[in-house]
Structure formats: C-alpha cells, structure tokens
C-alpha cells in the first residue's frame, strides 16, 4: 500500500507515553517529522534517550496542558505551522462522581476540556493558514462504556472527542479533518498494572484473546495520518479486539 | 503598506468576489455575505499579513449588541461602547448606533480601524 502523506510537521501532545514513543519513529521512518510534546525534564530524558537514534529528525517541546500558557508558547516555537496533530495527552482522576474534591474536579477538566480546547483552537487556526490538516485524537473504549470510578475519564474522553468530531465538521471544507481511535486495553501505560492484575477476567472479555500493542495502535494511527485516511472525518474508530461488541 | 489593498486582496480571495464590490464602506455580511466560517479564516489571514494579535469577538463586532442592551440609557451608550471599541471613532460609533435596525453593521473601514490600532499598540509596547 502507498502511505502518502501530504504534510510532514507533526505534533505529538503527549509525546512521551509508550504508544507515541512507538509512533514516532514509523513517522520518521515515512518522512514525517514529528514534534514531541513533554512537561518534566524527566519527560524529555525520556525522548532523548527513546529517540536518540533520530538526532535531528524530530522536536522536543515543552506542552503542558495543565498550564495554559504552555500552548501559546509552544505553537510560537514551531511558529504556528502544522500539518497533522495527534493528541495523546491524558490526565487521569479515578474516584466516584459523589465523592471526589470539587477542586481536583475542577482542575481536572480545566486541563482536560478547556485548555485541550485552547490548544485545539490554536492547532486548527495553524492548519487553516495552509488549508490542510488532519488531527487524531486518542480516546479509549471508556468513552463508550466504563468501569465504577472512570466517570471522570470517560466525561474527559466524551468531551474531547466531541471538540475533534466539531473541528472535522466545522472545517472539513477547508481541508482540516478530524478521527478519534477508541483503543481498548493495551499492553502499555497506567493500565499495565492493572491489566497485569485482573489478566484472566480481561482476556475473558476479549474476542481476540489478547491485548492489543503499541505497535498495532501506532499502525493504525500512522494509516490516518495518510491522505487515504482523510475520508474518515469527525468518527471513532474502536480499536478492542471486539471487547465492546460482546454482551 | 495600504491595509486597505490588503485586506481587500484577503477578501477577494477569501469570498470569491470582485475587488470593484469592496470599498472601505462595504458592509462584511450585507454586502458581501461573508458567514462566520469566512470570518475564521479572515482572522487567520488577518493575524498573519499584519503578524498582529485579534481578538475575533473585537474584531468582528461580535457582541456589540449584547453591550448596547447593557447599557439602557442610550444617552450612555456612545461613551460606553467608545471604552468598548477603542479603536471605534466616536464618529463611527455613532453611524453604527443609527444602523443597528437595518443589520449586522460590520464594515471594511472597521477592519481597517482595527488593524491600524493593534499595529500601533504593537509599537507602543
């Protein structure tokens, strides 16, 4: 199959979790360049020492959605040019609705909606001064259906998919296109532990007997990078083993 | 540099018009029937040639009317949207204030005022 792509700036929001550091480079390797986003000098050891074979072949750049301030700075850097945007970033607050601390609610979706809405915005008005773009926005099988204490994961995932679908509806005419991929338990990341845990009642969930893996996501999500891919606009795509399809 | 040129070239371009249908007069959505999609990328397009901030909703004039209902004694109201718009004449205010009835009131000359105010708050700073 032909993978072609029409832009090469790529920033990834999120950029030192497992499955964009599995991402980066496969894009590198189709020509893409990808523009990493952290938020600790921890996180940017991490991509130096991940990505090192790379030198000169990708960005690193401070992007914190939890400071806002971080947005406008970091489009600055890359001086608001960008051809593909795919979003990783995620926070996590696991409690139930009825009693978890307004505050850390508050601060919770400050992060999550609001400023994730700022740098939307900011991403989208980079891409219209070209008339092209494409954002992926990784969500979860949460979204769709959760677990007791994902309430506010599940709003976060719900919410931001729903800013993604308006940006691919709103401004598909003007060449920008959006797709959220919804990917069930993968071998990688906070639910690791947990998945390492209950493995027996998960696999028993899931058709393909199996979790998924970094690399098959970061497939997936370099294919929707492609100009092939750009007909899938303002959608998820559930990437579960067929986990949610089963009763 | 002529904003007016410019922002006529960006019009044109953007709205698929002739640049004989533009002069600093011409009403944005009256006129030339530009919808809020246009005024994204007018925004964008604006920000860019002039490398200026913008404020969409100043910009645009977008919440003039919700300031004119907050103000109910119209004898306030030019002084109160003049603090509002600051790069709005008073004269010009005025003109908008007769306006209001027949439709959204935003004009090329509008734009122009905008420019050329954040061009000079630019240097200032």
Sequence with gaps: MNMRFTGTKCLIVGGTCDMALTLAPKMILSGLFPIMTFRSESGQKKLESRLGDFEGKYAAEYLDLDRVHSIGQSFETIENKLDYLVDFAQDDLEGLIAATDAQRVQSFFEASLNNRTIMIKTAARAMLTQKKGRMVYVSSTAAARQSPGQGFYAAAKNGAESLYNAVGIELASKGITTICVRPGYVDAGRAKSFIEKHEQRIMDQIPIKRMLSCEEIADVILFLLTDSASGINATSITMDGGMSAVK | ?125
Excluded at chain 2, 70 to 97: C, H, M, V, W
Excluded at chain 2, 100 to 122: F, H, N, R
């Design chain 2, 1 to 125: 540099m002529d904003i007016f040129k410019e922002i006529r070239q960006i019009l044109v371009e953007l709205l698929d018009v002739d640049e004989k249908e533009i002069t600093t007069d011409t009403y944005l959505v009256r006129d030339l029937c530009a919808e809020s999609i246009d005024f994204l990328e007018l925004a964008v397009s604006l920000n860019n040639r002039f490398a200026i901030e913008i404020n969409d909703d100043d910009l645009f004039l977008r919440n003039l009317r919700l300031y004119i209902q907050n103000i109910p004694d119209s004898q306030d109201r030019l002084a109160g949207l003049t603090g509002r718009f600051p790069f709005l004449s008073t004269k010009r205010i005025a003109e908008i204030l007769a306006d209001l009835d027949q439709g959204p009131v935003l004009k090329v000359k509008d734009l122009i005022a905008y420019i050329e105010w954040q061009t000079k708050s630019k240097k200032a700073a």
